[in-house]
């Protein structure tokens, strides 16, 4: 079957066709809908992309039953809500680079708008009134002004450059930037949005609409920039107080701003800001709005939402660790390792443990550990719950529900092994662990609660624990040869000290409850589970 994906707004068709084009994707591009209407068709899809019209609502997400990818077109995904997409388990893509520069550019533009007065000197042209609007559209000249930065990322960055060029001073505040990368942009770094807005001529804003950010520029950050300042915002209309930035405007305080978003797109008709005549200019959402830009965002999209449902690579994943196709062949076998060890560990180990402690043992560090972490979460919750619907992306938003913590450790020590996976349920002072590691590239299980084995990670087992004295292995390949079960492969191990021994047998085909109990009932067998991994 065919992996259906909708491109519910306006992406280039190259990226469209880029979808349709794979054999196995089949791509509509219906734009517009109104929510009731997403809800009603967005069952049918594994893939949705979006630019920033759509609303991926709780709503939305319940109703997409099938749904395991959505792709960004860009990069703000303040439009989908996350935390439904990572309960659901959908992995949120973007594409972080592709409209950088259109939108530092279109930034600009607004920031030389504003200060030259374009938008009302070219209505009074229109307008016929050219002798009046020169006379009223007199300007400011940027060259040697303070300029404070807000968000010295992507396309923070690419506006620090032009505006160098145009001989502005800048101070950047972002709480990632380090003093030697503040250096090397020759930039002046403030460690708060005060010390950035004391005394700046224009401030603009590239940072993501968070909590943390939301109303970023309000009445008091205003009253510290130097009179007659400009506001630019390219970014997220959340970020600036908008009744704030108008109060400043008309007070006299800040000449004026150039928006390219707004608090609520689109604004009301009678928005207070839209009523501003000076030092203003307004665009509806342009910032990524060029052929360049369109083209970059709608392949990239298309590429990371066929190559995630064709084949499970995971690019720009902002709820997921990325797995790009290089480090998935590095890690592969670790990944297939990790699977049957949680597995494993919901069959063999503890009942409601408080924490999964996953240790790495060598030199795992090249190898993205989060990535093999997740996957033993996610297979030990899908084996230990009926209820389905774990998966890599909400297992562990699941776990901590559950008050069940996931631990992760490196250990230096050395082992018999180059690399030792080792993962330990533990409940209050009880332990329980497996380890596995690769031989040559082939994934084994070596240890099964402190027993040392040398086992497949796939296949049908029947994993006994017994007491330490002749005849129990024979009669346990006994009772298995009257029920014609064919033994693939056996692994015995023994803890001399406490008299106990541990067998793995591996089987051709799965253990009915019959044989199983048949087994259990032997002499000095304490304990017979039966496993298919
Ligand atoms: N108007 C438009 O059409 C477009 C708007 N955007 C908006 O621009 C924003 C920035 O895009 P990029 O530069 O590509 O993202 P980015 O991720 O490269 O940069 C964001 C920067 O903000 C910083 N940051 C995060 N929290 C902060 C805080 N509390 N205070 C100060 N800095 C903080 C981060 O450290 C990062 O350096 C996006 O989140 C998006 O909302 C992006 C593209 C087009
Ligand atoms: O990439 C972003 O964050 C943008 O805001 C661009 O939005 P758009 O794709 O033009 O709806």
Same mark, same amino acid.
């Given at each position: 079957?065919?992996?259906?994906?909708?491109?519910?707004?306006?992406?280039?068709?190259?990226?469209?066709?880029?979808?349709?084009?794979?054999?196995?994707?089949?791509?509509?591009?219906?734009?517009?809908?109104?929510?009731?209407?997403?809800?009603?068709? %967005?069952?049918?899809?594994?893939?949705?992309?979006?630019?920033?019209?759509?609303?991926?609502?709780?709503?939305?997400?319940?109703?997409?039953?099938?749904?395991?990818?959505?792709?960004?077109?860009?990069?703000?995904?303040?439009?989908?809500?996350?935390?439904?997409?990572?309960?659901?388990?959908?992995?949120?893509?973007?594409?972080?680079?592709?409209?950088?520069?259109?939108?530092?550019?279109?930034?600009?533009?607004?920031?030389?708008?504003?200060?030259?007065?374009?938008?009302?000197?070219?209505?009074?042209?229109?307008?016929?009134?050219?002798?009046?609007?020169?006379?009223?559209?007199?300007?400011?000249?940027?060259?040697?002004?303070?300029?404070?930065?807000?968000?010295?990322?992507?396309?923070?960055?690419?506006?620090?450059?032009?505006?160098?060029?145009?001989?502005?001073?800048?101070?950047?505040?972002?709480?990632?930037?380090?003093?030697?990368?503040?250096?090397?942009?020759?930039?002046?770094?403030?460690?708060?949005?005060?010390?950035?807005?004391?005394?700046? !001529?224009?401030?603009?804003?590239?940072?993501?609409?968070?909590?943390?950010?939301?109303?970023?520029?309000?009445?008091?950050?205003?009253?510290?920039?130097?009179?007659?300042?400009?506001?630019?915002?390219?970014?997220?209309?959340?970020?600036?107080?908008?009744?704030?930035?108008?109060?400043?405007?008309?007070?006299?305080?800040?000449?004026?701003?150039?928006?390219?978003?707004?608090?609520?797109?689109?604004?009301?008709?009678?928005?207070?800001?839209?009523?501003?005549?000076?030092?203003?200019?307004?665009?509806?959402?342009?910032?990524?709005?060029?052929?360049?830009?369109?083209?970059?965002?709608?392949?990239?999209?298309?590429?990371?939402?066929?190559?995630?449902?064709?084949?499970?690579?995971?690019?720009?994943?902002?709820?997921?660790?990325?797995?790009?196709?290089?480090?998935?062949?590095? %890690?592969?076998?670790?990944?297939?390792?990790?699977?049957?060890?949680?597995?494993?560990?919901?069959?063999?180990?503890?009942?409601?443990?408080?924490?999964?402690?996953?240790?790495?043992?060598?030199?795992?560090?090249?190898?993205?550990?989060?990535? %093999?972490?997740?996957?033993?979460?996610?297979?030990?919750?899908?084996?230990?719950?009926?209820?389905?619907?774990?998966?890599?992306?909400?297992?562990?938003?699941?776990?901590?529900?559950?008050?069940?913590?996931?631990?992760?450790?490196?250990?230096?020590?050395?082992?018999?092994?180059?690399?030792?996976?080792?993962?330990?349920?533990?409940?209050?002072?009880?332990?329980?662990?497996?380890?596995?590691?690769?031989?040559?590239?082939?994934?084994?299980?070596?240890?099964?609660?402190?027993?040392?084995? !040398?086992?497949? %990670?796939?296949?049908?087992?029947?994993?006994?624990?017994?007491?330490?004295?002749?005849?129990?292995?024979?009669?346990?390949?006994?009772?298995?040869?009257?029920?014609?079960?064919?033994?693939?492969?056996?692994?015995?191990?023994?803890?001399?000290?406490?008299?106990?021994?541990?067998?793995?047998?591996?089987?051709?085909?799965?253990?009915?409850?019959?044989?199983?109990?048949?087994?259990?009932?032997?002499?000095?067998?304490?304990?017979?589970?039966?496993?298919?991994?």
């Amino acid at each position: 079957m065919a992996h259906r994906v909708l491109v519910s707004d306006p992406i280039s068709e190259i990226g469209v066709a880029l979808l349709n084009d794979h054999p196995d994707i089949e791509a509509d591009f219906n734009t517009g809908l109104s929510p009731e209407e997403l809800i009603a068709i %967005i069952g049918d899809y594994e893939g949705l992309v979006v630019r920033s019209q759509t609303k991926v609502t709780p709503e939305v997400l319940a109703a997409a039953k099938s749904l395991k990818v959505i792709g960004r077109a860009g990069v703000g995904v303040d439009n989908i809500d996350k935390e439904a997409a990572n309960q659901h388990g959908v992995i949120v893509m973007n594409t972080p680079t592709g409209n950088t520069i259109s939108t530092a550019e279109h930034a600009f533009t607004l920031m030389l708008s504003a200060a030259r007065n374009i938008a009302p000197g070219h209505a009074s042209v229109l307008a016929g009134e050219f002798a009046a609007g020169r006379k009223a559209n007199q300007g400011i000249e940027l060259n040697g002004k303070r300029l404070a930065v807000i968000g010295m990322g992507r396309i923070g960055t690419e506006f620090v450059k032009r505006a160098q060029a145009f001989n502005m001073t800048v101070v950047a505040f972002d709480p990632y930037l380090t003093q030697s990368r503040a250096d090397e942009l020759k930039v002046e770094l403030a460690d708060t949005p005060d010390a950035a807005l004391t005394g700046a !001529d224009v401030v603009t804003l590239h940072v993501p609409l968070t909590d943390d950010t939301k109303g970023i520029i309000n009445a008091e950050r205003l009253a510290l920039m130097n009179k007659g300042a400009l506001v630019v915002n390219c970014a997220r209309g959340g970020l600036v107080d908008e009744a704030a930035l108008k109060a400043a405007i008309d007070s006299g305080h800040i000449a004026g701003c150039g928006l390219d978003v707004f608090e609520n797109e689109p604004p009301a008709a009678d928005h207070p800001l839209l009523s501003l005549n000076k030092f203003v200019a307004f665009t509806p959402h342009l910032g990524a709005s060029t052929a360049e830009a369109q083209e970059n965002v709608g392949i990239q999209v298309a590429e990371q939402v066929r190559d995630f449902l064709a084949t499970g690579e995971i690019r720009n994943a902002i709820n997921m660790p990325s797995l790009d196709a290089a480090a998935r062949e590095a %890690i592969g076998p670790y990944l297939d390792l990790s699977a049957s060890l949680g597995k494993l560990l919901a069959k063999l180990g503890l009942s409601n443990p408080d924490a999964l402690r996953v240790s790495y043992h060598g030199p795992f560090a090249k190898k993205d550990t989060a990535l %093999i972490s997740r996957t033993v979460l996610t297979n030990f919750l899908e084996s230990s719950r009926c209820d389905g619907q774990v998966n890599i992306v909400n297992a562990p938003g699941i776990a901590a529900q559950m008050g069940l913590e996931l631990v992760e450790s490196t250990i230096n020590a050395q082992t018999e092994y180059n690399e030792l996976l080792v993962v330990e349920l533990r409940k209050g002072e009880e332990r329980f662990r497996l380890a596995g590691t690769l031989i040559g590239s082939s994934p084994r299980i070596v240890e099964i609660d402190r027993l040392y084995v !040398d086992t497949n %990670i796939r296949g049908h087992f029947l994993i006994v624990r017994n007491d330490d004295r002749p005849g129990i292995v024979g009669a346990v390949g006994t009772t298995l040869g009257n029920e014609k079960v064919n033994i693939a492969n056996l692994s015995l191990a023994r803890n001399k000290t406490q008299g106990n021994a541990l067998t793995v047998i591996e089987v051709d085909e799965p253990l009915s409850p019959e044989i199983m109990a048949q087994v259990r009932a032997i002499p000095g067998v304490t304990l017979g589970t039966g496993v298919s991994l």
